[in-house]
């Protein structure tokens, strides 16, 4: 083959060529497996997203950690419990609104305040 598209038209041509010396059972195997390898991509794919969506939330979390050990230094377990507990949109939101914290009664007001729905800007 003078290049490697004229590979891949062979190849296409080979897999047709099996298919029409399939029986109807044998093109249905052969179809619901490759409805199942789609299936099991998607999965993957997907746990590959959760899996990435939770490590940065992981690593926001410990960043706010120890950005708050460092300036009012340890937390009680509640409060890093509550830390713990927000969404990755609240943990980022929480590192803005330190920058702005004095104590640690601005932190604990910023999660009652979030904790309880409300939205503080």
């Known amino acids: 083959p003078e290049s490697l598209g004229e590979v891949a038209e062979i190849e296409q041509a080979l897999n047709i060529a099996n298919f029409i010396n399939m029986s109807p059972e044998e093109l249905e195997i052969v179809e619901n497996r490759g409805i199942a390898m789609q299936d099991e991509r998607g999965r993957i794919a997907y746990a590959e997203q959760q899996g990435e969506a939770r490590g940065r939330l992981d690593q926001a ?20 419990s509550q830390i713990e507990s927000l969404p990755l949109a609240d943990v980022e939101d929480l590192v803005k609104a330190f920058l702005s914290f004095n104590s640690l009664v601005d932190l604990e007001s910023w999660l009652q305040e979030r904790l309880s729905g409300e939205i503080l800007l």
Do not use: D, N, P, Y
């Open 61 to 80: 979390i410990a960043l706010i950690k120890l950005l708050i050990t460092q300036r009012f230094g340890e937390v009680s377990q509640e409060i890093s």
